[in-house]
Each structure stands twice: as C-alpha cells, then as structure tokens.
C-alpha cells in the first residue's frame, strides 16, 4: 500500500481534504486532525472522525505546518512513517493511506534552528520542496493573474469585461502588495463592479 508520502496520482473522484494549522487553537488541532472518541476529554459528547481518516485514499492538504504545535509533531511523523494514529481516547490503531500536501510561510530550516519544529519531521517533509517568490517580486505574472480573476469574478457577477486598459495594468503591476494573492483576487474582484457602458473598467485608487 502506497505511503502518505507517495506523489501517485489520485482519480479525479479522490478527496480532497484541508486544514489550516494556524487557524484551530492548540488545543484542538489533535481532535480535528486524528480525530477522538466519545468521552476523550470534556465536551466529547460524540465520536469525531480526524481529518486523516476523511482524507483516507485521497490527499490531505496541511496549510501553514509550520504553526504545528511541538507536542503534536510526534504525532503527524508517525502517520508519515508508519501510516498509523490512534484518536484521542482511543487505544485502537488506525491505518490510512494519505497522499500529504504541506505549505507555509514560515522558514523551517530556521525553525528547525531555533527548535521550533523537529528535525527529524523537517526531513520526513520536505522530500520535494516547492518555494515561491514573494508577491510583490514575481510582477512578471501579474497580467495573467489580473485577467484570470478578472474572468472569473465577471462571470460570478454576470458582467461583460473585455479588456483591461493599459494604465489599470500599468496601476497594478507597479502596486507595493504587501501581501499575497488573496490582496490581488479582492482587488480583481471589485474591479469588474465598475462597469462601464463602453465594456470596459478602471481601477482608480482613493487618496
């Protein structure tokens, strides 16, 4: 049976399961991932089905990792490794077969440095890293991102947006964007509210 790790390919009916590591507090991050048993802890009025188990045979996608609480590394190493977990309150061992998709904004050979993630899951991890340019540095995209949302906001809002004129472009590509895509999408998105009459908008920025 092919391992968590494994870069098969999935059929298109697959599950595709996510979580975001930053956004569930600590203390909940073992039950939504692994999963508990009715009774595990207090408010454990039923049975949780984890995150790995909902994603067995799929890909489970783990946004910013990184945050990973240092007690819980152990954990996620094992179901790398040896397939296996236990849910919390539980001594019956599950078995899954998870393709894992990891991403986050974090350095973690640093925090590897500073002992803020374990080692031996950094190299478990990062068979094939993948790194990306900061927003603001990859402005050479930034036409194909602008027209790709522009198509799909104007298609959700039912408007007509056939070109984009040089001067917005020119607005947009020049912006500091200090963050990252989500900044662009609100940005394309509000743009197609501007319709015009001639088929076309205008990105102006307030003062």
């Not at 600590?26 to 999963?35: A, I, K, N, T």
């Not at 949780?48 to 954990?75: C, H, M, S, Y």
Request: glycine share 6%; aromatic share 12%.
């Amino acid at each position: 049976m092919p391992g968590p790790s494994t870069i098969l390919a999935r059929g298109a009916s697959a599950r595709f399961v996510k979580v975001n590591c930053a956004a569930i507090p600590s203390g909940l991050l073992e039950s939504e991932l692994f999963g508990h048993e009715k009774g595990a802890f207090t408010g454990a009025i039923n049975q949780k089905i984890g995150r790995f188990e909902l994603a067995d045979r799929g890909t489970l996608f783990l946004d910013e990792v990184g945050d990973l609480p240092l007690d819980l590394q152990p954990k996620l190493l094992r179901v790398l490794q040896e397939q296996e977990f236990e849910r919390l309150g539980s001594n019956r061992t599950q078995r899954v077969d998870v393709r894992v998709v990891a991403a986050t904004h974090q350095d973690l050979a640093k925090l590897v440095s500073e002992r803020a993630f374990r080692s031996d899951l950094y190299y478990a991890s990062t068979f094939s890293p993948f790194k990306y340019p900061r927003f603001a540095n990859a402005r050479r995209m930034f036409p194909l991102l602008v027209r790709y949302f522009v198509q799909i906001f104007s298609r959700r809002l039912n408007k007509d947006v056939q070109y984009i004129p040089a001067d917005v472009m020119d607005a947009l590509t020049h912006y500091s964007w200090p963050g990252k895509r989500p900044a662009n999408s609100k940005t394309s998105s509000s743009a197609p509210c501007c319709y015009l009459p001639a088929k076309s908008f205008a990105f102006r920025s307030r003062n």
